[in-house]
């Protein structure tokens, strides 16, 4: 039955009286409530299986809202006008998909996201082409990690194509919000959680996947100039049979703690991670920060040839989009090693000492490539390479102008998933 007719009819049943259908009534109309998804739920073809992109109900906003100036955009703080909601419920399967004004989510004060953290995320991000049309950059890599996350959760299962389209059609609304300029996205966030309210740890019988979409400058005001990282050999960011390659929220609420001293303490602007092992401190092999993979590009001991190095993904490390984008662009170079391995910090000292440790930078997809110009570790010690932004062949530089002229489309492939 179409939404709108389902709600003529609770509005009917309820006029003149109290109770659950004048409830339900106001409920419709308003989105943000738990009984709004769970009407949708029961007048919806998608109630059975997973929801479907062409159930779409799409409420658009009566008053567009006012965009700041992109000068004055502060990563992740503004918001576009539109947002996507969607929930299941065991037993019952997923509601119907709503495209909505943005707004508050209501949740019950027991939902279990709150008390235990059963939430994950993804980060994306939308790029305005230069032929004027609407870019993802690999969405699928984002929807498989999506997936992931949310079984390890024992969360409820989806179609990723199907969300996919869903969050096609929401930055088709609020494809105005598109920043224009170069180096300017729109940053999108898939998340879901257990809605479930339950004063217990156990499988979520409630699951939401909600998107909401943010236009964004530079994740570091610094831009592409160098940032210091401070090397924690104290607090350890994930462990073997952890969840440090699911994108999970409680691997990242723990970090705030340590990279909020570092700030403090070092003057850094994040924590690079690493991970204890044989008897001495040097022998710690590195991780990765809070919010990127990390990659070393060194001078090997001959001399005569150059190796990018990235820690492996041995279920401690994020299966970063970036991290593997740029591992697949410098391989079809073949113009150096490229190599997925353990590196210690010995290692790391011992090259910047030889003068062979050539650059350091960090991915993701919040940041693309931020080049890292300093390692500072709490018993003094600092390992340094110089970064001169004037040179244009150094391979932060290439991989920078690499990944933006796919983003933009400036230059044709397959990554970079146009929106009709």
Not at 106 to 112: E, F, G, W, Y
Not at 296 to 323: C, M, S
Request: contains cysteine; charged residues 20%.
């Amino acid at each position: 039955m179409p939404h709108g007719k389902a709600f003529r009819q609770i509005k009917a049943l309820s006029k003149g009286g109290t109770g659950l259908f004048q409830s339900m009534a106001t409920a419709v109309q308003d989105a943000n409530s738990p009984i709004a998804i769970q009407c949708c739920r029961q007048f919806s073809s998608a109630a059975q299986g997973c929801f479907k992109a062409s159930d779409l109900m799409i409420q658009r906003i009566e008053q567009p809202k006012a965009r700041q100036d992109t000068k004055d955009l502060v990563f992740g703080q503004s918001f576009t006008g539109h947002m996507f909601l969607v929930e299941h419920v065991e037993g019952q399967g997923w509601g119907q998909p709503v495209i909505k004004p943005f707004g508050n989510i209501s949740m019950h004060p027991a939902a279990q996201a709150l008390h235990y953290g059963v939430c994950c995320f993804e980060g994306m991000k939308g790029y305005l082409g230069k032929d004027g049309k609407a870019r993802l950059f690999r969405p699928d890599m984002n929807m498989a990690r999506m997936k992931r996350s949310m079984t390890r959760l024992r969360l409820a299962d989806f179609d990723a194509d199907e969300l996919l389209e869903c969050l096609k059609e929401l930055l088709r609304i609020d494809k105005d919000w598109l920043p224009h300029q170069e180096g300017y996205s729109m940053y999108i966030r898939p998340f879901a959680f257990s809605s479930a309210h339950t004063l217990g740890i156990s499988k979520p019988s409630r699951s939401t996947i909600a998107i909401v979409m943010s236009p964004v400058g530079p994740y570091f005001p610094t831009g592409l100039k160098p940032i210091s990282l401070f090397i924690d050999e104290h607090n350890v960011r994930a462990w073997p049979g952890g969840v440090g390659n699911n994108k999970v929220g409680t691997n990242y609420a723990p970090t705030i703690g340590p990279q909020s001293d570092a700030a403090d303490t070092y003057g850094t602007s994040q924590v690079l991670y690493s991970f204890p092992q044989g008897g001495q401190p040097d022998d710690a092999l590195v991780s990765e920060c809070g919010a990127m993979n990390l990659m070393f590009f060194l001078q090997k001991a001959d001399g005569n040839t150059h190796e990018l190095v990235t820690p492996p993904l041995d279920g401690t490390i994020l299966p970063g989009v970036t991290r593997d984008s740029v591992l697949q662009l410098t391989r079809g170079w073949g113009e150096f090693e490229v190599s997925e391995r353990q590196l210690s910090i010995k290692e790391i000292k011992q090259a910047a000492k030889d003068g062979r440790l050539l650059e350091m930078f960090g991915c993701g997809t919040a940041c693309i490539i931020q080049p890292v110009t300093t390692l500072i570790r709490a018993n003094g010690e600092e390992y340094t390479v110089p970064f001169d932004l004037t040179r244009m062949d150094t391979l932060t530089q290439r991989l920078t102008r690499a990944l933006t002229d796919i983003h933009f489309a400036n230059v044709p492939h397959e990554w970079s998933v146009a929106i009709d």
